[in-house]
């Protein structure tokens, strides 16, 4: 069925953001990857390759296009596709797919089966309770005590967690989520710094991709609402040594052994969102794809060709894959976003400065929620409106570049955090010594 030659592969990539953007542009630097496409994209990437407006959660359109364009490898991007079967409806139609069937999707869209599944694999993560009413919240609350963390157990775009020292405000958000007809985890707080680590997983196989640190919160300093993240940077300097077996072997392998198991394999990236406490690592969720926007970092410092990767995952055959290459620079992404997001963002805005910006040395721009209107200019979009990426030969100056490209971008009303990578690039990061007193209340 696949009669290209073995070398070169046409690439039809899932997804309308920034994590998208960033996979289409290692794909295409990628000396096999011959051709690509993307659905439905958006301006930075129809600017890339060819784009195909369809939408992304429906499995049937998803594989037609697949077929349609004799594509030799789908990789979806965003967790509502798998968790809507897209992987599944492709793999059906006999093309090989980068990303979790929908069942094995649940590891994120359900954080109850995430919990489920990490207690059968000895997975250390934090204490937690499932609640399906305001009483049964309360007693939760009260078992973990403040900082109460309660999370919607559905997808929520990173948004559906609220950690915070308010009973009230705890009990709020629990009751709106049974308001919607759905239930809650509620579960002790984990201290200490987070790291994203994605692990590519074939089913049986895992090979761990460079760790990195996300910011969630919408203000400098962590305040304010959680977003789906504001910028990222890579490598961590100041990761304890050993962090990335320790994840492969404590958390990611055993996953993926219980996962195949149960007979529902995991194919994909295994993102695992961790905090390393005073108590040690613990797992504070798993998405089932890669992280946006630390992707946008992780991509850039790739020096593995992508496409043969994830290829090897989607055939079974990660076993047969070098050891991966990275560059020695650090990358820092920083996100632009529209005026009010979090909440419905302001859209239709004109962007400006984008080419100043990917003129600069050692940065250029990932879009996310941007569109061509009618005269072809690239208007806002979505929340997250793009990224600036950086790569610097330390963190402090990958900071100065992605700021620099920052400062450039036009767009009315829009934000961004002036602190990604800062405590990192400064030294102020701590990791405490398990075992050792609750010192560290590092969240960068
Ligand atoms: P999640 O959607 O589970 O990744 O949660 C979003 C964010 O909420 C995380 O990145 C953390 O910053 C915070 N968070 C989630 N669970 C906990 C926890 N148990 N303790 C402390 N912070 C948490
Ligand atoms: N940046 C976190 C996520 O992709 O969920």
Known sequence: MHNVPLETVKVLVIGPGGREHAIVRSLLADPNVSEVHAAPGNAGISKLVPTHAIDANDTDAVAALAAKLS?????????????????????AAGIPVFG?????????????????????????????????????????????????????DGLAAGKGVVVTNDRDEALAHAQSCFDAGGTVVIEEFLDGPEVSVFVVCDGRNTVALSPAQDFKRIFDNDEGPNTGGMGAYTPLDWAPEGLVQEVLD?????????????????????????????RGTRVIEFNVRFGDPETQAVLARLQTPLGGLLMAA?????????????????????????????GAPRTGDRIRGLKKVDALDGVHVIHAGT??????HVVSAGGRVLAVVALGTDLVEARERAYDGVELVQL????FRTDIGRKAARGQIKVAAPGAPAGSKAKA
């Open 314 to 342: 989607a055939k079974g055959e990660l076993d047969k894959v070098q050891p991966l290459r990275w560059s020695k620079d650090s990358a820092v992404a920083v996100v632009v976003a529209a005026e009010n997001y979090p």
């Open 250 to 278: 404590r958390v990611a392998q055993p996953t993926v052994n219980q996962m195949a198991h149960r007979g529902t394999p995991f194919v994909g990236v295994l993102f695992v969102g961790l905090a390393l406490t005073s």
């Open 71 to 91: 594509v030799d490898l789908v990789v979806v991007g965003p967790e509502a596709p798998l968790a809507a079967g897209v992987s599944d409806a492709v793999r």
């Open 100 to 152: 979790p069937s929908k069942d094995a999707a649940q590891l994120e869209a359900s954080k109850a089966f995430a919990k489920e599944v990490m207690a059968e694999a000895g997975v250390p993560t934090a204490m937690a309770r499932v609640a399906a009413n305001a009483e049964e919240a309360a007693d939760a609350l009260d078992v973990f005590g403040a900082p109460y963390v309660v999370k919607d």
């Open 412 to 415: 009315d009303g829009s934000q």
């Open 371 to 376: 569109k061509l209107d009618g005269d072809g």
